[in-house]
DNA sequence: GAAGATTGAGGCTTCAATCTTC
DNA sequence: GAAGATTGAAGCCTCAATCTTC
């Protein structure tokens, strides 16, 4: 008994998308969780909350539902934002006792202003070592992968 | 004093790349380094490694190089593999006294060979979400954000 | 009992300092 | 002094157990 996959994908594909998924991986740092991305002093996971967070107000177990984080990370991650006093943490927003709310402060919504520069200067460095007719192809490209990785 | 970007990409286009970036990152589970990639039980980092020397035996500091890793990791790394009787340490290889060289065992060979078929499975997942007519667009399109990111 | 949140233990990676060899 | 490799200290993430609220 085996699997028939004659009018699948070939197998020379399959080698190809490991090996470049691999590479860009390891190119583009992304196993690096307390790297410094765009030279911003924050890791990784914090400037994406931050930047979940730019959107409005929402609930802890919601963030780290976008983050594709652990309770118990964001839980961690929420407190070191904490701490630094760029997000607050609401109870009684929601009619849930258990529910809190993240919110930005002011200067949180300051260093999300200031992670977004930064994130667009890196995507305009890499942007610009893509020839202009390829961007497109770039990103919808993306747009496949995610979601094929969703499913 | 500013930067005139008039001729160069449009804003449009960064935050589309931001968004679907982190969006992949996340839905993959790139952020995930201790994550048993493709069901296999190890790190993702050991799976690296194990499927780069697959290709032959090469010194501890090529091995980080290729795995963009660093010198500590590596060292770490390896001994993790030694002691689980995936690889073997020659002192005696290179002419240098200071080099190590690594190579994988009958064992680990054989790992080698499961990783490959998982990761395959895995790709195939993957790449059966995608249409057929797009599936070069993506490999092209990893092609591209490997070589800009390099630069 | 289920869900949101927190805390303890352990794995992966980095930086810095140290040792050995060149 | 420079390069390869190792070890100590710290940050990020997960799993499991616990507490609170529903």
Same mark, same amino acid.
């Not at 996959?5 to 307390?34: C, M, N, W, Y």
């Given at each position: +008994?085996?699997? =028939?996959?004659?009018?699948a994908?070939?197998d020379?594909?399959l080698?190809?998308l490991?090996?470049k998924l691999?590479a860009?991986v390891?190119?583009?740092? &992304?196993?690096?969780p307390? +790297?410094t991305?765009?030279?911003?002093?924050?890791?990784?996971?914090?400037a994406?909350?931050?930047t979940? &967070?730019d959107?409005?107000?929402? *609930?802890q !177990?919601?963030?780290?539902?976008?983050?594709? &984080?652990?309770? !118990? $990370? @964001?839980?961690? &991650?929420?407190?070191?934002?904490?701490?630094?006093?760029?997000?607050a943490? =609401?109870?009684?927003?929601? !009619?849930?006792?258990?529910v809190?709310?993240?919110?930005?402060? $002011?200067a949180? !919504?300051? @260093?999300a202003?200031r992670? *977004?520069?930064?994130?667009?200067?890196?995507m305009?460095?890499?942007? =610009?070592?893509?020839?202009?007719t390829?961007?497109? $192809? @770039?990103?919808?490209a993306?747009?496949?992968?995610?979601?094929?990785?969703?499913?």
């Amino acid at each position: +008994m085996f699997i =028939d996959r004659s009018d699948a994908v070939p197998d020379t594909d399959l080698d190809a998308l490991q090996s470049k998924l691999i590479a860009f991986v390891r190119e583009f740092g &992304l196993h690096r969780p307390d +790297m410094t991305p765009c030279g911003v002093e924050l890791s990784v996971s914090q400037a994406h909350a931050v930047t979940e &967070l730019d959107g409005g107000p929402i *609930a802890q !177990s919601e963030l780290g539902n976008r983050l594709r &984080l652990t309770k !118990s $990370t @964001v839980s961690r &991650l929420v407190g070191q934002l904490d701490e630094r006093g760029w997000i607050a943490r =609401d109870h009684g927003e929601s !009619s849930d006792g258990r529910v809190v709310t993240i919110r930005l402060t $002011t200067a949180g !919504s300051e @260093v999300a202003a200031r992670i *977004a520069e930064a994130r667009r200067e890196r995507m305009h460095r890499l942007l =610009d070592n893509i020839p202009d007719t390829e961007r497109d $192809t @770039v990103l919808r490209a993306l747009d496949l992968l995610v979601s094929a990785s969703r499913k």
